[in-house]
């Protein structure tokens, strides 16, 4: 940001930075604090920056100049907020489409939906790039679970637009298998345990946000299961909570002193 859009120019600053969620979550929290960092420095040094350019800038810095291994969901998801489909297209083409989901469609799915962590962090480096390494290497195993999980999308969308929660438990449940399969070590004994407790009191489907190994697991419940839900999780070892969706990506603001 100082190179590009402070003409080079160093600057003194003291950056503090807060995170709710634990290190290794899954929920993409380092994606957003860097969204959060170069929108920060966007309204400093007035940079001329639209969504789309803070979000790819986060990619480029997280994923190229620092190297670490991940997609870039993350940061777009964090830039834009809301609910969206996010096309992922060739020669770094991003399209985000926010979906018009009525709001009956919108309070029923976030009335069905528990958050769980597992209370252990992961490192998703090694999962990632055996995914990556079955992807080069043209593994029909990870191939075919990588389709599945990009027709699951597709499908799921279309659920969510008509409102159809069973429809999305279903495709879910798919998608959480399809993910399995693309490397191992997604699934834990800790998050099999976490899963049978949620199936046996009333959980319709479930998957591991992120690359797996560990962070949060995300449940579909009945809305009028969801307490009994929730407090079985805890019960087991996990934190579990209820989901608020956000209308808005990163905001920021500046505080005259």
């Known amino acids: 940001m100082v190179r590009d859009h402070n003409g080079n120019e160093a600057t003194s600053a003291t950056i503090t930075t807060t995170v709710d969620a634990p290190m290794g979550s899954g929920l993409g929290s380092s994606s957003a604090l860097v969204v959060a960092l170069v929108d920060a420095f966007r309204v400093l040094f007035g940079a001329p920056l639209g969504q789309y350019d803070v979000a790819h800038l986060a990619f480029e810095i997280e994923r190229l100049d620092l190297g670490l291994v991940g ?10 907020g809301g609910i969206n489909f996010i096309e992922f297209l060739a020669e770094d083409r991003v399209i985000v489409n ?13 009335s069905s939906l528990v958050i ?8 998703a480096t090694v999962i990632i790039e055996e995914q990556t ?42 998608s959480w298998k399809a993910k399995k399969m693309t490397a191992p070590g997604i699934s834990t004994d800790r998050i099999d345990q976490l899963y049978d407790a949620a199936f046996t009191n009333g959980a ?4 591991v946000s992120g690359a797996g190994g560990g962070g949060f697991v995300m449940f579909l419940v009945h809305p009028e299961d969801r307490l009994g839900l929730v407090n079985a999780l805890n019960a087991a070892g996990g ?6 969706f956000a209308e808005w990506g990163c905001e920021t603001w500046q505080v005259r002193r």
């Open 116 to 123: 769980c962590f597992s209370g252990r962090s992961r490192d």
């Open 204 to 207: 319709l489907a479930g998957k």
């Open 239 to 244: 934190s579990a909570g209820s989901v608020k």
């Open 133 to 174: 390494a079955g992807l080069v290497g043209h593994s029909t195993r990870t191939i075919e679970a990588m389709n599945r999980l990009k027709s699951d999308a597709i499908e799921m969308k279309n659920a969510l637009l008509a409102g159809d929660i069973p429809a999305m438990a279903k495709i879910l449940d798919d």
């Open 98 to 110: 926010p979906l018009r989901v009525s709001d009956s469609a919108r309070n029923e799915f976030e």
């Open 71 to 80: 997609g870039k969901q993350d940061q777009y998801a964090a830039a834009f």
